[in-house]
Nanobody, 129 residues
Framework: QVQLQQFGGGLVQAGGSLSLSCAASGRTFSGYAMGWFRQAPGKDREFVAAAVLTDYTTYYADSAKGRFTISRDNAGSAVVLQMNSLKPEDTAVYYC??????????????????????WGQGTQVTVSS
C-alpha cells in the first residue's frame, strides 16, 4: 500500500507564491502518474495538474496554466506543485494523488478523481486579497 504525504501550503497574499510537495512514504512511487487536485468549500474536487512519470508529460487545468508548475524533485522522490501569482480563488484544500497504471486516454483520465489509486491527506492553501 502506497501512502502519500503532503508538505507545504499555508497562507499567502494575492500575487504571492507557494510550493506543495508530495512524497510516497517509505519508497519512490513507480507507477504511471501523479497529480494535484483541489477542493474549495462547497465545491467538488477539481483537477489542477498532473505529470506522467515515465516521460514527464504534464497536463494543467486552464486555471493553472501559466501560473502553476508540476515537477519532480531532483531525488525523484517527490512531486512538487509550484504555484505563482496566486489569487483568492485558488484558496482550497489541495490533494496529491497517484495512479498506478496507464489509462487509454491520459489527457482525459488524469483530470478525473476516480482515475487515481492513492491520495494524500490534503493541505490548506489560503490566498488573501
Amino acid at each position: 500500500q502506497v501512502q502519500l504525504q503532503q508538505f507545504g501550503g499555508g497562507l499567502v497574499q494575492a500575487g504571492g507564491s507557494l510550493s506543495l510537495s508530495c512524497a510516497a512514504s517509505g519508497r519512490t512511487f513507480s507507477g504511471y502518474a501523479m497529480g494535484w487536485f483541489r477542493q474549495a468549500p462547497g465545491k467538488d474536487r477539481e483537477f489542477v495538474a498532473a505529470a506522467v512519470l515515465t516521460d514527464y508529460t504534464t497536463y494543467y487545468a486552464d486555471s493553472a496554466k501559466g501560473r502553476f508548475t508540476i515537477s519532480r524533485d531532483n531525488a525523484g522522490s517527490a512531486v512538487v506543485l509550484q504555484m505563482n501569482s496566486l489569487k483568492p480563488e485558488d484558496t482550497a484544500v489541495y490533494y496529491c494523488a497517484a495512479k498506478r497504471r496507464s489509462p487509454p486516454s491520459p489527457r482525459t483520465s488524469l483530470t478525473i478523481t476516480g482515475s487515481y489509486d492513492y491520495w494524500g491527506q490534503g493541505t490548506q492553501v489560503t490566498v488573501s486579497s
